[in-house]
């Protein structure tokens, strides 16, 4: 019996294919372990926390409780996709760098990942819809209010350098 | 975690699992058979987050059944007298559904539960599977009166939402769709926030100039508990000292519960009659 | 006290330091570190909550593939006393590496295995066989105190008592199942006598869980040649370096202990946490051994202290505060940890910063078979200001006077001792409190049914007890400044603030200043990243650092330019001389030859002993928390709806102010989730929601309305430009500023936490009865 699968996926605009996972392992493991991208975070590995958030096909989702296989098909980024090619950062990791949104930084990664899911699907959130989608990952140090400010200023940051 | 015997707890986690078979069915049939092949220690799934809380409780998977090729259970469709919402709907995608208009309040009541990356890829069949008391989506069906549709190796059966933590039938059985009936044009409310100590779904259905209130109330560890009243009814407080006094938990004692129903319903009552 | 006049590189300079790395996803935690031949340690706990171990059979586990190593109490009997000691705690010396006679609570551990996987460690663990002789547990501190409890420690555990200076005593095992009891008294017992009122009120406090993100990790190599060295998310390296030594009977220059960036600690990560059980497999297997707790087992390592709190105080019919008694009783859990600490700590700061004529109290660490309890941000200030603030209140609305009012009448002023002995005031508490105030409307507040503000100050010694820290900073011949010093960087910003206190006193951008990885074997001592102590403590120590090294660069560059020192600055690695800018890495090169130099300085700070100061040394610092709550009571459900919260911290100098800003939101958001509904829930020995999916922490939706912190900057502060401590105090007022407000809202008082709507309508119900009581004895 065959217990492995084999995906083709998009990962930081790197296409991928034909690479070979066990069935049984999961995207959080996938990308730490195999691909040594160490920005995703695990902490509850359960889905409920959200450190380890990356983005699906534009939606940010846990990569703890996503299996590997699910990925198949798909375009997935992580924080290490992020930066510009040039080592310029994102607008969403300038803003967070620049009103301190985080302390201890280990749900960092996850919240700048959901924040850019956010803004690319809502690029003028209210703040009451940052602060909903800002609920669905735990930060244990900042109290929140820095991060959401920082979204803010994320946005405002990304009309400017489209206009 | 999990007791592995008398002698102690082991805390698992996703590299507790053994690499499985893995099969994709594309159709009802073809899933079904898979999950009735106990020899292959089948597991349904199709995404979302219930999984990981089971095989932290050190469940194994023989074979993963992959139900999100299945395109017969993946849509919302809506006829005269019913809103049927498939097992593979996403909490997210299904409250952004225009379709659930046909049920006022639904989309609301739907969108509030769990959270925004959640509801990206937790399904609607996988929340009432989970068969967990801290889900909402069995409060909210209950008191909408909604029936699961299963199919297993005998052919289909249907269960009422408030009957499927009781029920010994689900071993081989696919969660196919959701059946809300429109009889009766109800109108929901849920009421959410004493989370996760306490909530409370209201739905009101027309019956010629009457009207039904029925009402789910659940905490975090008590499955839904389900009263029916006339919308009319003058004092209501006394119908819930029926609730079996039993109903409580570590944190709400059952006196506050009984106490609390006819407080949110006023409220609920109020909101309904607003919305028509 | 340095004092500068202006302050170039603070004012210029607003970034956090570590930002490049946390943005990135670059930042390197323990949960990053592997090692070549790594095996994966995971652990059997014990399914009841107090049981005798008849006995371990652990036969199959050894055989199977891939495991590399066991642990049971069978194999640390393998070993002598001269080659292993396997119990550790702070004091007390109480807690086993594995289980040895008995299990003290539901998930006690039992047996550990190192294989080359999780997976396979814990098949491996499922084939161990323990038999237990159940016992009846005790897991409440009024169970644990019955007459008729069994007691938790037959034998005693090896103890110390610290030395304690005027007033203060502690004892070990002062009653059974009690394991330390901290006492202190001042003043006259007699006070009570001329008081016109004697108040006696009791408060229940709750149990939260740390639940920081970054699991409890170790990973440790025990290598060929008998060198320990240690990876590990621990705030005190150098203590736990001791704690290894002692236990495994090895020389402290043979164990290295490093640290790197730590994912949330909020006291949790001191001392032994996975470290004794990492060590030990890595002995056994000589292989490295990674130790990575589950969430869940986070619940079953560390918490915080739920509390019961009986306070006696004696008043004027103005209000004057004259003489307190107080009986704090802290559910210590199954070991002792850091508990007879946090009794000090709550015994000691039970009066709040108000005058009294007579103090006394106790607080006994009781033990029950629940989780070990231990540092949780605050550490026993926020079971105290709970009680305390709350009792404040009561008083006022007895005496008929206004809460502000009260406090006003009573706080100690600047510079006033708060008990003799001790050091003075370091903030003006009034001023911080009529900063609040005005914030919240206290003057003129909101005048809606059933809404109510309530204010309180949260209080506590900061910096720890008697506690030195030393820093070394070295300087290139290029002006590349490196600051060692024991400091984590656990999210309060450390790396930021440290090093931009070296590039001001050096006059150098921020960037050439670098924070150096802690290694153990090079880092200079410092006790531990504890107490709200990175700033007053070791910023101290870093200061005097960068001052001794600036002055010998100084006194350098005057001999090689024949002048006085007084006549040269230091300038961006230039000297300048009136108008001349002289380069120093020529001068270097001349001197010390053209493989160039470095120039070290270093810093030392520790309080001065003194046996007047109850604690042996007075404190560092104050931490105080103002805080001011405005909220609507929902009366028919009893749901809190918190319409604004307003917290306020004194940074004395804020070296950075996002960072000042931060610690102080987020212990009040903390603070807030205690306040509500955040709590770990026992049945008996059973923690029912000790896992992050049922144990429900403040997320963004839960922000008040209005969320207000106001950093103050008085400037009073012992720190390097008069900064203090900031870690701690925004927790510590939200709850009784909270309850305050309720009862302003309903006339209703809740003492027990969380305030969950059950309790509220509870009291709620309870008024509206006596009332009615009251108003049918009237007919």
Avoid at chain 2, 88 to 99: M, P, R, Y
Wanted: aromatic share 8%; charged share 20%.
């Amino acid at each position: 019996m065959k217990n492995t699968t084999t995906l083709s996926f998009i990962l930081n605009s790197k296409e991928y294919e034909s690479i070979e996972v066990p069935t049984c392992v999961t995207l959080g493991d996938l990308l730490r372990e195999e691909f040594g991208l160490r920005g995703t975070n695990l902490s509850c590995n359960q889905g409920v926390c959200g450190s380890c958030t990356v983005i699906i096909d534009g939606n940010p989702i846990a990569a703890c409780h996503t299996f590997a296989f699910e990925i198949d098909g798909k375009n997935i980024r992580t924080i290490e996709g992020l930066e510009c090619a040039d080592g310029s950062l994102d607008p969403v990791q300038e803003s967070f760098a620049e009103l301190s949104a985080f302390q201890c930084g280990y749900c960092t990664p996850g919240m700048i990942m959901l924040s850019r899911a956010l803004l690319d699907q809502n690029p003028n959130p209210s703040e009451e819809l940052i602060k909903e989608w800002i609920s669905s990952n735990i930060c244990r140090c900042t109290g929140y209010a820095m991060i959401i400010e920082a979204v803010q200023l994320a946005a405002k940051k990304i009309k400017e350098s489209e206009a | 975690m999990y007791q592995a015997s008398n002698s102690g707890l082991i805390s698992t986690s996703s590299r507790d699992l053994n690499a499985f078979k893995m099969v994709k069915p594309k159709t009802i049939a073809d899933a079904v058979s898979y999950l009735n092949d106990f020899d292959s220690v089948p597991v349904a799934y199709a995404g979302g987050v219930d999984l990981a809380t089971a095989y932290r409780e050190n469940k194994q998977i023989g074979t993963l059944v992959w139900l999100k090729e299945i395109d017969e259970i993946s849509d919302i469709t809506v006829s005269d007298d019913n809103l049927r919402i498939g097992a593979l709907v996403t909490h997210g995608q299904g409250s952004a559904n225009e379709k659930l208009a046909c049920v006022r309040g639904l989309q609301e009541s739907w969108g509030k539960i769990a959270n925004v990356r959640i509801r990206f890829s937790a399904t609607i069949g996988g929340n009432l599977m989970a068969l967990r008391t801290s889900y909402e989506m069995p409060i909210l069906l209950s008191a909408l009166k909604a029936r699961i549709n299963f199919a297993n190796k005998d052919g289909l059966f249907t269960l009422a939402a408030d009957e499927m933590s009781q029920t010994p039938r689900l071993t081989g059985a696919l969660l196919t769709s959701v059946d809300i009936p429109l009889k009766g044009k109800p109108q929901i409310d849920y009421e959410r926030s004493m989370r996760p100590l306490y909530t409370q779904a209201a739905v009101k259905f027309q019956d010629g100039d009457n009207s039904l209130i029925r009402i789910a109330i659940a905490t975090e560890h008590l499955p839904p508990y389900i009263f029916e009243i006339p919308e009319r009814l003058e004092d209501f407080d006394q119908i819930f000292e029926s609730l079996p006094p039993d109903y409580a938990d570590l944190r709400l004692d059952n006196n506050y519960i009984r106490y609390l129903i006819p407080v949110i319903l006023k409220r609920q009552i109020k909101r309904l009659a607003k919305g028509q | 006290m340095t004092k500068l006049e202006t302050l170039n590189i603070l004012t210029s300079d607003t970034r956090r330091r570590d930002a490049y790395d946390k943005v990135t996803g670059r930042a390197n935690y323990t949960t990053d570190v592997t090692l070549p031949n790594m095996l994966h340690a995971k652990v059997l706990r014990s399914p009841m909550g107090h049981a005798r171990i008849i006995k371990i059979d652990s036969s199959s586990a050894r055989k199977i593939m891939g495991v590399h190593a066991v642990l049971t109490r069978e194999d640390i009997k393998k070993y002598s006393e001269s080659e292993l000691m396997p119990v550790y705690g702070y004091f007390i010396k109480d807690q086993p590496i594995v289980a040895m006679d008995k299990v003290l609570y539901k998930g006690d551990i039992v047996a550990a295995v190192a294989a080359e996987s999780e997976r396979i460690a814990n098949k491996a663990l499922a084939t161990i066989r323990v038999d237990y002789e159940p016992l009846p547990a005790v897991t409440t501190i009024n169970d644990a105190l019955a007459s008729n409890a069994p007691e938790l420690f037959e034998e005693p555990p090896v103890g110390i008592v610290p030395a304690y200076g005027e007033g203060a005593s502690g004892k070990l095992r002062s009653k059974k199942n009690i394991c330390y009891t901290f006492n202190y008294e001042t003043g006259s017992a007699n006070a009570f006598n001329k008081c016109d009122h004697v108040f006696e009120d009791e408060f229940k406090f709750s149990r939260m869980h740390h639940l920081h993100l970054e699991p409890f990790i170790t990973v440790a190599s025990w290598s060929d040649d008998n060198k320990i060295d240690i990876w590990t998310a621990c705030q005190n390296p150098f203590p736990l370096r001791k704690e290894i030594s002692r236990i495994f009977k090895k020389p402290e220059n043979d164990i290295s202990v490093k640290v790197s960036y730590i994912g949330g600690g909020f006291g949790a990560k001191n001392n032994c946490k996975t470290e004794p059980i990492a060590v030990m497999l890595s002995r056994i297997a000589r292989q490295p051994v990674r130790f990575c707790l589950t969430a869940e087992e986070g619940f079953y390592t560390n918490t915080q202290h739920a509390a019961i709190l009986k306070i006696k105080t004696g008043v004027m019919n103005d209000g004057s505060l004259v003489a307190r008694e107080s009986e704090i009783l802290l559910d210590s859990g199954a070991y002792s940890d850091g508990s007879p600490l946090v009794a000090e700590k709550a015994g000691y700061r039970i009066p709040g910063p108000y005058h009294y004529e007579h103090l006394k109290t106790t607080c006994h660490c009781v033990m029950t078979n629940t989780a070990p309890a231990g540092p949780f941000r605050g550490f026993g200030g926020t079971q105290t200001t709970w009680a305390c603030e709350s009792q404040i209140d009561m008083i006022a609305e007895r005496l008929g006077i206004s809460p502000y009012q009260m406090r006003m009448n009573n706080l100690l002023d600047k510079g006033q001792a708060f008990v003799p002995g001790e050091s003075g005031m370091d903030s003006d508490i009034k001023l911080g409190l009529d900063l609040v105030a005005k914030e919240i409307n206290y003057k003129n507040p909101p005048k809606e049914p059933n809404r109510g503000i309530g204010l309180s100050i949260g209080f506590k010694d900061g910096g720890g007890v008697n506690k030195p820290a030393t820093a070394r900073i070295k300087a290139s011949t290029n002006g590349d400044i490196f600051l060692q010093c024991g400091t984590i960087e656990m999210g309060q910003g450390a790396q930021t603030a440290l090093p931009n206190i070296v590039a001001e006193i050096m006059n150098t951008p921020t960037e050439r200043v670098r924070l150096m990885p802690i290694d153990t074997n090079h880092t200079p001592f410092d006790q531990g990243t504890n107490a709200s102590s990175s700033i007053a403590v070791m910023g101290q120590a870093v200061e005097r650092a960068a001052l001794d090294l600036k002055s010998k660069i100084l006194n350098f560059s005057a001999e090689q330019l024949n002048c006085k020192t007084e006549e040269i600055k230091l300038d961006n690695w230039t000297i300048r001389k009136g108008n001349e800018t002289i380069p120093i890495i020529p001068m270097i090169m001349g001197f010390y030859g053209g493989t160039g130099f470095e120039f070290s300085g270093e810093g030392f700070h520790k309080s001065p002993n003194s046996h007047l100061a109850p604690l042996e040394a007075p404190c560092v610092f104050w931490e105080y928390g103002w805080g001011a709550a405005d909220v609507t009571v929902d009366i028919e459900t009893g749901q809190i709806i918190v319409n604004k919260l307003v917290v306020s911290g004194d940074a004395g100098k804020a070296i950075n102010l996002n960072v000042c800003r931060g610690q102080d939101e987020g212990a009040a958001i903390m603070g807030l989730g205690q306040s509500l509904f955040e709590t770990m829930i026992y049945d008996n020995a059973d923690l029912i929601n000790g896992d992050p999916l049922s144990y429900r922490v403040p997320m963004a939706r839960d922000l008040p309305a209005s969320f207000i912190s106001l950093t103050q900057e008085q400037g009073y502060g012992p720190g390097p430009f008069g900064s203090k401590g900031m870690g701690e105090g925004g927790i510590l007022p939200v709850a009784s500023a909270i309850a305050n407000a309720v009862y302003n809202a309903v006339g209703v008082r809740l003492t027990e936490l969380p305030m969950s709507p059950d309790r509220v309508n509870k009291a709620l119900l309870e008024k509206q009865y006596n009332y009615c009581k009251q108003d049918t004895s009237r007919d």
